[in-house]
């Protein structure tokens, strides 16, 4: 019976953190999880059961990712959203050896394309449209050129509603907001650069163990130099990650919101450009094409709450508040290290889950993630290996 968060053999996924995200989010969408998760157990009519396999179960046969590399400067600089997108594509059909007329359904997150708004979670909704028998086998994905079009990205809100106090709320600078947090719950600038020198810390570590792998696909692509000659590169490594990030070195950089402020280019996520891709089925649908079982969906919640933020100040009060084990947190560093491409993070949080779940002998995983305007998402995981 679960009990408690730290009962549990778990890992937490945070974006950590860059969107327009809340102090709530974290603790009511994981909390919500949670509630789920009891009834399941209590419940016998529920469809999926922690635990216990099922031919029902809304199985993931694969989970794969672009490397995140940063914008404008990185390895993806030169491509758009479509590209990268269409590569992941790719590597999921040549790697399951599906057919592709059985995919009913594609379902992609992504924001900063002129038209585009945040898809609360791709893969819960295929894993929902699954369960509700609309269709049999779909994709989950993501993707995010923040170099083409995060830039120039601007919402208007028409001026009937801008008056709306909730909806002035919603246009506040994430940064201030960040400050916000950050002065009301009394989290520090060296809270914050020593959580970002972790993330980057762990993250390295990952790459350099060769944990990344597994769920990176090496895309072939061409980029320009500033002269404008080309060329065609493998881009198979998170570029964004620093390792010689310190305590001193991220206390020099200036505060981006005021004189005052704690929060920094160093302690926020960094804008980057990424991909990713989940396919997903009913288990026995996964068993009758002879395919692979990284794990099971159990469960989503989705919250909103006023709008505050998600940067490190919100991530670091998140865990406490919550009294998750740090260790259980990011366990290989987040989006301070990898880059936060806006759409992609949720699968993206997925491929990266499965593998290191498996690596540590654990069960249990939660993806995390905030979506604009001050609300949030949480889904639970299960790993089978």
């Known amino acids: 019976m679960i009990k408690s968060y730290n009962d549990l053999r778990f890992l937490v996924v945070f974006p950590c953190v860059m969107g327009s995200s809340l102090i709530g989010v974290g603790i009511s969408a994981i909390s919500c999880i949670f509630r789920s998760a009891w009834l399941m157990e209590l419940n016998a009519e529920q ?25 404008k400067k990185g390895g993806f ?31 992609g997150g992504n924001v900063c394309a002129e038209g585009n708004f945040a898809t609360p979670s791709p893969c819960v909704q295929i894993a929902s449209a699954i369960q509700c028998r609309l269709i049999e086998i779909g994709i989950g994905a993501g993707v995010e050129s923040m170099t083409a079009d995060y830039y120039n990205r601007r919402t208007p809100y028409s001026d009937k509603i801008s008056v709306v106090p909730c909806v002035a709320d919603c246009q506040v600078p994430m940064g201030y907001t960040s400050e916000n947090v950050a002065l009301e719950y009394g ?22 163990a060769g944990r990344f792998k597994e769920e990176i696909i090496p895309c072939t692509v061409t ?8 060329k065609q ?47 997903l089925m009913k288990r026995k649908t996964a068993q009758k094409l002879n395919l692979p ?13 006023p709008p ?78």
């Open 47 to 71: 469809v999926t059961h922690v635990g216990v396999k099922s031919p029902e179960d809304i199985v993931v046969v694969s989970a794969l990712r672009a490397t995140l590399t940063r914008g």
């Open 77 to 107: 600089k030169d491509v758009l959203a479509d590209e990268l997108l269409m590569n992941v594509f790719k590597a999921t059909i040549e790697r399951t050896g599906i057919d592709t007329a059985l995919v009913q359904d594609i379902t």
């Open 187 to 208: 989290i520090t600038r060296e809270d914050q650069d020593r959580f970002s020198v972790e993330s980057h810390r762990k993250a390295h570590a990952a790459q350099q």
């Open 223 to 230: 980029q320009i130099d500033k002269d404008g000659n080309q």
């Open 233 to 279: 590169v493998t881009v198979s490594d998170d570029d964004g990650i620093r390792p010689d990030s310190t305590l001193e070195t991220l206390g020099k950089i200036r505060a981006a919101f005021g004189k005052d402020g704690t929060t920094t280019a160093g302690n926020a996520s960094q804008i980057s450009d990424g991909a990713a891709a989940v396919l």
């Open 293 to 305: 079982i990284l794990g099971k969906y159990i469960t989503s919640a989705a919250v909103g709450v």
């Open 308 to 385: 505050r933020v998600a940067f490190a100040s919100q991530a670091i009060y998140t865990v406490k508040a919550l009294e998750i084990s740090d260790e259980k947190v990011n366990p290989n560093g987040g989006a301070i290290a990898f880059g936060h491409p806006l759409g992609c993070t949720g699968s993206r949080q997925v491929a990266t889950l499965f593998p290191e779940l498996k690596r540590q002998n654990k069960r249990y995983g939660i993806t995390s993630m905030c979506i604009g305007s001050g609300m949030g998402m949480c889904a639970v995981w299960e790993a089978e290996y």
